[in-house]
């Protein structure tokens, strides 16, 4: 439930609104889960009996942080050292061991993770989407729930467009608003054209997105040619998925042809730097991206293959790969990484006029990071720069996060769920996990074609 009035004041704030306006000493005022006034402090007036937190000028205030693109997993860890064809066949024995029980407790760890790092809102492709809103209902964060769905022989663990659709009925727009349920496709190669054809019949039905990830390394789509005779973003098209609001996760390999159908079509791109890095994907054309329009947001893509289910590595990490992979510095600053992780994410995930940026009338879903450490040091300005976005973005970690806020609900307060015991839930987890491990011995690898 939304708290009563809330004033944040003597804060650093970072609103990420269209003239990226930064508050320093800025006030902001939140009620019934609106933002009701961001301003400078010496003239936005706090009502009387507000909640007043002073920030004593040692905080920094943002918008809640949006990964929009990930996978929940229980076994972060257990997949290493391996290339995606490599990777998916043993990510496989996960899914086929997974059962609802296993799924709740995976998505707990990864949602308690992102909103401890201050990620209010989540794009989460998994699987018993049903456990996953009941996850996100005991912490309270925002979800995209996206459910991986395929059918080719040999795939019947996954989810089909039966349950797909159940998930839309049940979940989209429930929690006030905060769980959305999207179609969600597995790889290319897991699902059939028909099934492709039908998902866009369902989305179009429901009036939801269709969300799936692609072109991730290039053995993958070399794949793909050799199924198809055709790169996979242009089978996309042809079958229908890509429009306004579609979105693809990773898009590190792809022709100019295929950047022109993403722009022609609309289509959102979720980048996920820290997976591309570490599963030797490559880095991802975004300078194209941007030429062309076409939308980006960040994703941690989950921590089978980041291990950091964390906005701020991601933004980092999205800057020093442009700036390695091209040999430039100037290539995406701190404001553009922030942004992405932020309003674009927001924008991406089709909220982007209720959240993503502080300004009046938007949901009051925000975080608190604590400034007065020597990693984000210096606090003071000078000659017009700012460098605590800088080390924001460069130096700032997901244990820097103080409090977090959804719809004007404190979810975390000093580090600490406000719902949820968290030592009580890493007990449940951890004795959850080894059976899970148990289990999972049953199963081998699949190869992914
Ligand atoms: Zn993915």
């Known amino acids: 439930m939304p708290e009563h009035c809330t004033a944040i004041i003597n804060a650093r704030i970072y609103c990420v609104d269209s003239q990226f306006r930064v508050l320093n000493p800025g006030t902001i ?37 949006v990964d929009a693109h990930c996978h929940s997993s229980l076994l972060k860890g257990f997949s290493e050292s391996a290339q995606l064809m490599d990777w998916l066949p043993e990510y496989q024995r996960e899914h086929q061991a997974l059962r609802a029980e296993d799924a709740y407790y995976a998505c707990l760890v990864t949602y308690m993770e992102a909103l401890r790092g201050g990620t209010t809102t ?55 608003g905060r769980t959305r349920a999207w179609v969600g496709l597995e790889h ?28 991730e390394q290039r053995e993958e789509v070399a794949a793909v040619i050799d199924l198809f005779g055709e790169r996979p973003v242009y089978k996309f098209r042809d079958w229908g998925i890509l429009k306004p609001g579609s979105l693809l996760a990773h898009c590190v390999w792809l022709d100019e042809g295929e950047l ?4 022609d079509t609309g289509t959102g791109v979720a980048h996920c730097p820290v997976s591309n890095m570490k599963l030797a994907s490559g880095p991802a054309p975004l300078a194209q991206f ?24 991601s933004m980092k990490s999205a800057s020093l790969l442009q700036k390695v992979t091209h040999l430039d510095a100037t290539r995406i600053d701190a404001g553009e990484a922030l942004r992405m992780a932020t309003i674009e994410g927001a924008r991406v995930l089709g909220v982007g006029r209720e959240i993503g940026s502080l300004e009046p009338g938007k949901q009051a879903d925000l975080i608190t990071v604590d400034l007065w450490q020597p990693h984000l040091m210096p606090l003071a300005e000078a000659e017009g720069h700012d ?42 987890i951890h004795a959850a996990t080894v059976a899970f491990l148990e289990r999972r011995r049953g199963f081998a690898p699949i190869p992914m074609v």
């Open 260 to 263: 022109e159908v993403l722009a």
């Open 188 to 215: 290319i190669t897991y699902c059939s054209e028909p099934m492709f054809r039908a998902a866009r019949d369902l989305a179009d039905r429901y009036g939801v997105p269709i969300h799936t990830h692609t072109s």
């Open 387 to 428: 460098p605590v976005l800088w080390n924001l973005v460069f130096a700032g970690r997901a244990s820097d996060v103080r409090d977090a806020w959804v719809q004007g609900e404190q979810l975390l307060a000093g580090g600490r769920f406000r719902r949820a015991d968290e030592n009580a839930l890493l007990e449940e």
């Open 29 to 65: 005022i939140f009620e019934q889960g609106l933002i009701t006034a961001v301003g400078p402090g010496e003239s936005t007036v706090v009502p009387p009996g507000s909640r007043v937190i002073d920030g004593r000028n040692r905080l920094a205030v943002l918008p809640g942080l």
């Open 122 to 176: 989540l794009l989460d492709m998994y699987r018993f989407m049903h456990e996953g809103n009941r996850a996100a209902d005991l912490l309270g964060l925002r979800v995209h729930l996206v459910p991986y769905a395929a059918d080719n022989p040999g795939k019947a663990f996954f989810e089909t467009l039966e349950t797909t659709e159940q998930a839309i009925r049940d979940l989209d727009h429930c929690r006030g």
């Open 290 to 313: 941007r030429q062309r329009g076409i939308p980006v947001a960040l994703g941690t893509d989950g921590g089978v293959s980041n291990n950091a289910i964390s906005m701020w590595e």
